[in-house]
């Protein structure tokens, strides 16, 4: 018969534990606080914990890190009724094998307890970002898709593998990647976030790898560039999509060896640099046009993490909203004490295209509105287009779509999808631009690229 210890400072909690895993045939034993927690561990040797993280005395993280310094096999699954991501990556980054948040379902619990004794032993550590803590962009969540995410950060924070982040614009991959930052090894050592996308494909060579003087004109001096600032540290590349392919092959030998040249320079530098990369582009697809190195693709695609947009974890929207209006109330010396149902409500049938971004931008100048002690749907005049909008805009464009997709069909011939995909960008380039009075900034911006990205394609024409 398997053993459960069960660790939490209320006695309803751990009767209930004891009633529902004693149906299932497990042993249950209970400790009420972290200290009577690592004597039975010793003691009776469990063979899985699940444990309150809130506890009164040593908490439950503290108590994590004892019980596994003790017995580094023991698995361990954390719970709580307040899901923070710090949390979650801390118990992970200690060992837990996984994350409970109260209150849960019964055959949910069940199944995870089945699981765990399994597995036997799996690092996995999980939490979400609270609300109560300090000033600081954090990232909100408890769905399960979210909470997966913290494990991961978990388990791969303190390596220095490669790690590509994935998600729309908006979504966090800054913070995820900061996340990895915090929590690793080197975090006595610079963080370096370079936009990929913002700066020109003139500069960006110098900005990351530096130059030497007379490099190029107005390089009146030697410049020291990210990579050498960043020696021992990690370097953030956002937007890594829209890298142009001759620097990429620069970043594919310091990925390879540590070693690069300034611009301009014959110097061989080293430099021990962590790099986390984001997109929100498909580089399958940009590699299998030739647009992003094959090997590059590899060597960024060690760990991946994909974040959801936030239409597919809606349950995470009261969260974040609770969380922005106290961020707010601090920043703007409001005191807002909640929404009203009806805003909330139409939060959950908005299809948010600009994510989490797009809400901070909607709760914050609702707040600066804001005139009584409930944001309401007054304070946010600029909130509209819900989901059903959208996908009624998706509809169309697939009704008008159809027709050609069947001609071209038809037609046949051996190249049909390249050139069918290249004319259709042809097309969608040339309306944008129409649109747009030529307008080279405003066209980028319409069709969601960078201006460096739409040049490109420009010339291919």
């Not at 709580?80 to 019964?106: C, H, Q, V």
């Not at 909330?344 to 971004?357: A, K, Q």
């Amino acid at each position: 018969m398997n053993k459960i210890l069960v660790v939490d400072d209320e006695k309803g909690v751990r009767h209930s534990f004891r009633k529902i895993l004693g149906r299932c045939g497990y042993d249950v034993i209970t400790a009420e606080n972290g200290t009577e927690a690592v004597e039975k561990a010793g003691s009776e040797n469990p063979d899985l914990v699940i444990m309150d993280v809130t506890m009164p005395g040593m908490d439950g993280l503290e108590t994590l890190r004892r019980l596994k310094s003790g017995n580094h096999s023991l698995t361990v699954i954390m719970m709580t009724a307040y899901s923070t991501s710090e949390r979650a990556i801390t118990a992970m980054k200690y060992g837990a094998y996984d994350y409970l948040t109260k209150p849960f379902d019964n055959d949910a619990l069940i199944s995870l307890v089945r699981k765990a004794i399994m597995d036997g032993k799996m690092s996995t550590p999980v939490t979400f970002e609270g609300i109560d803590e300090e000033d600081g962009d954090r990232i909100i969540g408890r769905s399960p898709v979210m909470l997966n995410i913290f494990k991961k950060i978990g388990q791969v924070a303190e390596t220095d593998v490669t790690v590509l982040l994935r998600g729309e614009t908006g979504t966090g991959k800054e913070l995820i990647a900061r996340a990895l930052y915090h929590h690793s090894r080197r975090v006595s050592r610079p963080f370096l976030p370079v936009n990929c996308a913002a700066i020109p494909e003139n500069l960006l060579e110098s900005e990351i790898f530096g130059h030497e003087k007379g490099a190029f004109t107005g390089a009146d001096a030697r410049r020291i560039g990210k990579f050498e600032q960043c020696d021992g540290g990690t370097m953030f590349l956002d937007e890594i999509g829209d890298m142009p392919l001759s620097l990429q092959a620069k970043l594919l030998r310091v990925l390879q060896d540590g070693c690069f040249q300034r611009l301009g320079g014959k110097e061989l530098i080293r430099a021990d640099v962590r790099i986390i990369a984001a997109t929100n582009k498909d580089l399958e697809t940009l590699r299998d046009r030739g647009e992003f190195r094959d090997d590059l693709y590899w060597r960024l695609n060690v760990v991946s993490i994909t974040l959801p947009p936030l239409r597919e974890r809606k349950d995470d929207i009261g969260d974040i909203v609770r969380y922005f209006i106290r961020k707010f109330n601090r920043e703007l010396g409001k005191n807002v004490k909640g929404i009203s149902p009806e805003l909330l409500s139409e939060f959950h049938n908005y299809h948010w295209p600009g994510n989490v971004r797009e809400l901070q931008s909607i709760i914050q100048r609702g707040m600066v509105l804001c005139q009584r002690d409930i944001l309401s749907r007054d304070d946010c005049e600029s909130f509209s287009q819900p989901d059903m909008r959208a996908a009624e805009t998706g509809g169309d464009v697939r009704k008008m779509l159809s027709g050609a997709v069947d001609r071209i069909l038809q037609a046949g011939g051996a190249d049909i999808y390249r050139e069918a995909v290249a004319d259709f960008e042809r097309l969608l380039i040339e309306k944008a631009l129409q649109l747009n009075n030529n307008n080279q900034a405003l066209t980028a911006r319409m069709l969601g690229i960078s201006r460096n990205t739409l040049k490109a394609k420009l010339e291919r024409r």
